[in-house]
């Protein structure tokens, strides 16, 4: 609730609170969820190298453990904030990593979710992202 309502820092508290009793009790895949959490937050609080590589190791994390739908929906999360943040390359790289195994196992909500952000990011790659976000709002 308080990631979809944009208060990042009680995101942030409570996602290092799952990291580190995750991490004390050794649940790896409550750890890889919040290990990309609490990037998140940090990368919406401006703090964006430090939050995209927690992100991209909770996504590795899931990924090592074969987790792949789990490795999927962080994939997911991944991409947003690099769209977020304006950072189409990464965003891209992502969506194209992920994208062959999702349609492949049929996720087709995760893929409509995918094919968006990479809408989103390639428009702006080409500088036409704030038009495409007024035309959604409206």
Sequence with gaps: LAQAEQR?????AHAAQAVRLADEHGFVDLLSRATVQHGRALVAQGQEEQGFAEMRQGCATAQVRGAQVIHAGLCLLLAGAYASTGRWAEGLDVVEGILPWVREHQLVLAEAWLLL??????????????????ARLA
Excluded: N, T
């Design 117 to 134: 952000i990479q809408g989103d990011l390639l428009l702006s790659k080409h500088g036409s992202s704030s038009r495409r976000r007024k």
């Design 8 to 12: 990042w820092s009680a995101v942030k």
